[in-house]
């Protein structure tokens, strides 16, 4: 199972990214996806989930700001996120869970970084 984050970056607030995340074949249609993230001396915290069926759902923190989608026919998963804030600065991560193997893969970390 191998997980590919990308899309990491410096960038002003209020401005905008897209993260990407590919996976492998198996795992992107065994389950649902998610981005967590993790800021400098905090713990790691979920940020959103798309089901294979296209089901989303965000943290309160994100809502209406950032999207998570999906494409099937590349295996990915995507976060466009907007208005971005100092806040959102954080290591993200994408996470698959596969419910025939009851198991997460962590993909690694992508930086995003937002300037004040």
């Known amino acids: 199972v191998q997980l590919q984050a990308s899309g990491g970056g410096l960038v002003q607030a209020g401005g905008s990214l897209r993260l990407s995340c590919a996976a492998s074949?198996?795992?992107?249609?065994?389950?649902?996806m998610d981005w967590y993230r993790q800021a400098p001396g905090k713990r790691r915290e979920w940020v959103a989930t798309?089901?294979?069926?296209?089901?989303?759902n965000y943290a309160d923190s994100v809502k209406g700001r950032f999207t998570i989608s999906r494409d099937n026919a590349k295996n990915t998963v995507y976060l466009q996120m907007n208005s971005l804030k100092f806040e959102d600065t954080a290591v993200y991560y994408c996470?698959?869970?596969?419910?025939?193997?009851?198991?997460?893969?962590w993909g690694q970390g992508t930086l995003v970084t937002v300037s004040s």
């Open positions: 074949g198996s795992i992107f249609s065994d389950g649902y």
């Open positions: 996470k698959a869970y596969s419910v025939s193997y009851r198991s997460d893969y």
């Open positions: 798309i089901t294979v069926g296209g089901t989303t």
